[in-house]
């Protein structure tokens, strides 16, 4: 699975939009990238994940750059239940059984 | 009703112990996963298990041994522990990607595991 890259940490004001970007440069015409959270030490969850198209769902917005090298991920009206590590994972899909590689993340801190 | 549901949450030992966790899925899910993350908050991923069939083995010493009585339960029996087993074991499940759905994982809530 290609690698990513994120910054270690990000502080957003609370109702602010946080822009969590993500660099996989490396990443494959058949790899999805996939976004997860871990809100302190509870198991992490699925945020959204895209092929190529920009996504959108009730929680985010997952922009994709043209090449795909790069892409960002939109928490649009950010809340302090929103303060979490942010994980940017890129893997293939349809593939039986294919776990996911978690990086360090980006620890993003909602303040009021 | 809980999707991924694991036990015990927290658990603590002596060395050279041997201990299990316990997981469960009612998502229908095909796949199965254990993941640890340890003090410096990395998860790693340790096992996967496709239809009761070991997919994923990563490096992870012996004295470690999944078990999958069926497809909605995944064990992981730990032998002999050591003091850096200590870690918190996720537990995870995803529809088989072949066949339906995005791949998506569902985590449990982990188990703690402090061995002394």
């Known amino acids: 699975d290609a690698k990513t890259t994120q910054p270690t940490s990000m502080d957003c004001a609370e109702g602010r939009a946080a822009n969590l970007p993500c660099n996989h440069s490396t990443i494959s015409g058949n790899e999805y990238v996939y976004w997860y959270r871990q809100i302190h030490s509870q198991g992490p969850q699925y945020i959204i994940h895209?092929?190529?198209n920009n996504e959108t769902n009730e929680m985010a917005s997952l922009i994709i750059t043209e090449d795909r090298k790069s892409s960002t991920l939109i928490l649009p009206h950010a809340t302090l239940r929103d303060t979490a590590v942010y994980y940017c994972?890129?893997?293939?899909?349809?593939?039986?059984?294919?776990?996911?590689?978690f990086g360090k993340g980006t620890t993003l801190s909602v303040s009021s | 009703d809980t999707a991924v549901s694991q036990t015990p949450k927290y658990l603590v030992t002596q060395m050279g112990n041997d201990k299990s966790i316990k997981c469960e899925q009612n998502?229908?899910?095909?796949?199965m996963y254990w993941y640890k993350q340890d003090s410096k908050k990395f998860l790693k991923i340790m096992f996967s298990?496709?239809?009761?069939?070991?997919?994923i083995n990563e490096t992870v010493p012996n004295r470690f041994s999944p078990k999958s009585p069926d497809k909605a339960h995944l064990n992981l029996h730990i032998n002999s522990l050591e003091l850096g087993d200590s870690a918190v074991y996720f537990c995870a499940s995803s529809q088989d990607p072949w066949r339906l759905g995005t791949g998506e994982l569902f985590f449990g809530e982990g188990s703690r595991l402090t061995v002394l």
């Open positions: 998502l229908g899910h095909d796949t």
């Open positions: 994972i890129v893997r293939v899909a349809k593939q039986a059984g294919t776990a996911l590689i």
């Open positions: 298990y496709n239809n009761k069939e070991l997919i």
């Open positions: 895209g092929l190529k």
